[in-house]
T-cell receptor, first 111, second 115 residues
Framework: NAGVTQTPKFRVLKTGQSMTLLCAQDMNHEYMYWYRQDPGMGLRLIHYSVGEGTTAKGEVPDGYNVSRLKKQNFLLGLESAAPSQTSVYFC??????????FGEGSRLTVL | GESVGLHLPTLSVQEGDNSIINCAYSNSASDYFIWYKQESGKGPQFIIDIRSNMDKRQGQRVTVLLNKTVKHLSLQIAATQPGDSAVYFCAENIKRGDSWGKLQFGAGTQVVVTP
């Protein structure tokens, strides 16, 4: 049972490049989330999904897009990366509870 | 706006002592609170939760206390061990009907356990 898996774990981009982070969960959870974590700022919610085919904006959605075409996958896209998007990104999933299961994180650097 | 915050950014604790990590919240409508632990290089892990109709909940070596009067939450770790060294986050949630809401995380407290 892998839980929540994020790929890639590390990525370096140049300003303006695009990329997609993939999150996969094998727990049949309805809810999935993308957070970013910056020093001294805790976890901030980017986008989330309450079920297959649904997405919603979180606290800091600008510059990101998401898709939930399959229940087990939640994709986070950056269309035109900016240095301000340098961060560690965490995906999480949950059944209808407060116990979120997090992935190991994806460290993104935008030069 | 509403916020969740922590009083101390870093807490140094001697091995074997008890740790107390504090958290203030400002949203009176929050009905559910959770503590997470994040070890270096890993994702956060659920520790314990408490609903707003409770003022205390105990787990294995951990106790969460909720004081709604002053909007304060604390996590107590008994007999702190080196493996407890991590960043601890409190999070609050406002449940919307039958649906799960969105968690708002505090900035975190770094706990350092010294021998």
């Amino acid at each position: 049972n892998a839980g929540v898996t994020q790929t890639p774990k590390f990525r370096v981009l140049k300003t303006g490049q695009s990329m997609t982070l993939l999150c996969a969960q094998d727990m049949n959870h309805e809810y999935m989330y993308w957070y970013r974590q910056d020093p001294g700022m805790g976890l901030r919610l980017i986008h989330y999904s309450v079920g297959e085919g649904t997405t919603a904006k979180g606290e800091v959605p600008d510059g990101y897009n998401v898709s939930r075409l399959k229940k087990q996958n939640f994709l986070l896209g950056l269309e035109s990366a900016a240095p301000s998007q340098t961060s560690v990104y965490f995906c999480a999933s949950t059944a209808n509870t407060g116990e979120l299961f997090f992935g190991e994180g994806s460290r993104l650097t935008v030069l | 706006g509403e916020s969740v915050g922590l009083h101390l950014p870093t807490l140094s604790v001697q091995e074997g002592d008890n740790s107390i990590i504090n958290c203030a919240y400002s949203n009176s409508a929050s009905d559910y609170f959770i503590w997470y632990k994040q070890e270096s290089g890993k994702g956060p892990q659920f520790i314990i939760d408490i609903r707003s109709n409770m003022d205390k909940r105990q787990g294995q070596r951990v106790t969460v206390l909720l004081n709604k009067t002053v909007k304060h939450l604390s996590l107590q770790i008994a007999a702190t061990q080196p493996g407890d060294s991590a960043v601890y986050f409190c999070a609050e949630n406002i449940k919307r009907g039958d649906s799960w809401g969105k968690l708002q995380f505090g900035a975190g407290t770094q706990v350092v356990v010294t021998p």
